[in-house]
């Protein structure tokens, strides 16, 4: 035993510390000098406390003992270890999931578990969705378990979901054109770790922002960068469809020219598993207007001749708040920017679009039933309306009369107004909200945030390229 410990424990709470070690030594010395007496001492014997004597019962008096008319009380067994068990899911407020061959959705949350976002999904009457698989944000997460994959085959099931229309959004991290080979080789480590993900999880496809020569490499060594990841890739993992998204333009980023996509893709050993996801607000930013059903017309034109028609695997529909040519990544609301409601006209009835899904990355404000449900009934609302321009047929045929078309602009209008009007009257909602908490935490002294700050996980207000 050191003298410091006796210290502590023989001279009790209020000896110092730094009374230092002589006064330890003084105390260690004292309790020596009197150990020997102290332990020859014959210690004193217990007593032994009386027991009572055990209480004989009464006989019983049927008339008036209660207590023997109640059965015996159970034995509580004992308790093992359980998995937690899943909340009941009230399905009856889930919205109507319209049936179309344009297959819109959102990309809904996955907190709690990935087996939520089908619910989430369902909950908006969506007839598609993406999700992260794991925090976009970080390089590692935890593992999928078992009952999480068991969840999500039973819900998709259930809920009447194709993988093939589900779009699993990569991590933003991830920079597969990284000119640095260590920064590379953990960006490839995320991103074979989310494709097994989707594996487990029985999914198709898997969309990812291609990457950055970060200022330290030219757009050629970036694109061999990212096709060589690419085919490694596919070696170490079977089946998954590797989705490049086109990029807005900003800075050093790889992927906003139809050109520099299909460079990537010319470099990809095994054509079967890449393809591409159009965002139309990142297009219409890196120049291609698409604004217009014309302009739309254009652009796919463009999209089939430098790339090919058979990559498009999926889209993301998004309005924007920049101008064409911005190359700013900026998402608004459907309807509420600088495209417009006939540029998704255009899109949800081009026959080109059917069967992939066409995800929304809009505000949804953390109310996702209100304004996704808006935003997907409006969009399923315009695939049925006519449109002035039929994809890869004669012009002549496909023009409607002048009345028609009148009639089609004014439902557009409509539509287009339902979207402003919702987002209009929650965004003000959550504003106000967000002033009164702003009030409530200087009154306690916290740190006032920002009206606006914040705006909700879905928000894409984060960075030039942020979906």
């Known amino acids: 035993m050191s003298s410091t410990g006796v210290v502590s424990a023989e001279a009790g709470p209020s000896t110092r ?125 935890p593992p999928l378990s078992s009952s999480s994959i068991r969840l999500f085959k039973e819900r998709m099931k259930e809920c009447g979901y194709d993988p093939k229309h589900v779009l699993p959004h990569g991590n933003y991290l991830v920079n597969l054109g990284n000119p640095d080979a260590a920064k590379r080789a953990k960006s490839y480590e995320c991103f074979v770790d989310d494709l097994r993900r989707c594996e487990s999880l029985g999914l198709k496809y898997y969309n990812f922002h291609p990457g950055s020569t970060v200022g330290d490499a030219t757009p050629e060594e970036s694109i061999r960068h990212i096709s060589d990841s690419l085919n490694a890739a ?85 309005d924007s708040k920049t101008a064409c040519g911005s190359k700013r990544d900026r998402h608004e609301n459907i309807g509420m920017g600088t495209l417009g409601i006939p540029a998704f006209h255009a899109i949800l009835t081009d026959e080109r679009t059917k069967g992939i899904p066409l995800i929304l990355e809009t505000a949804s404000f953390e109310r996702p039933v209100e304004v996704w449900g808006v935003e997907i009934g409006v969009l399923n609302a315009l695939s049925e309306l006519g449109r002035s321009v039929d994809s890869g047929a004669d012009k002549g045929e496909a023009r409607e009369g002048k009345k028609e078309k009148e009639d089609v602009e004014k439902e557009m209008e409509v539509l287009g107004g339902r979207v402003k009007e919702v987002v209009g009257r929650i965004s003000k909602e959550v504003e106000k909200a967000k002033k009164a908490k702003g009030v409530k935490a200087k009154a306690k002294g916290g740190k006032r945030r920002k009206v606006g700050e914040d705006v909700g996980e879905d928000a894409d207000d984060d960075g030039d390229e942020d979906d």
Request: glycine share 8%; aromatic share 6%; charged share 25%.
């Open 17 to 141: 510390r730094s009374e230092g070690k002589e006064a330890g030594v003084r105390v260690e010395s004292g309790y020596n000098e009197y150990a020997e007496e102290y332990l020859a001492t014959p210690a004193p014997k217990k007593r032994k406390r009386p027991t009572a004597p055990e209480a004989t019962p009464p006989a019983p008096d049927d008339e008036h003992d209660t207590q023997n008319l109640l059965p015996p009380a159970p034995t509580a067994p004992k308790r093992k270890r359980t998995t937690k068990k899943t909340k009941e899911v009230d399905t009856t407020t889930f919205l109507p999931r319209v049936e179309s061959p344009w297959k819109v959705g959102a990309h809904v949350s996955a907190a709690g578990g990935v087996e939520n976002a089908v619910l989430n999904a369902a909950a908006i009457g969506a007839n598609a969705f993406a999700l992260f698989l794991k925090s976009q944000r970080k390089w590692e997460g």
């Open 234 to 318: 596919h070696k170490e993992t079977e089946g998954i469809v590797t989705v490049l998204e086109n990029m807005a333009g900003s800075g050093n980023v790889i992927g906003s020219s139809f050109a520099q996509i299909a460079a990537i893709i010319a470099l990809v050993e095994d054509k079967t598993r890449v393809g591409v996801c159009v965002d139309t607000c990142h297009a219409h930013a890196a120049g291609y207007d698409i604004s217009t059903a014309e302009g739309w017309e254009d652009v796919m034109k463009r999209f089939e001749e430098e790339i090919g028609l058979k990559y498009l695997c999926g889209m993301h529909l998004n």
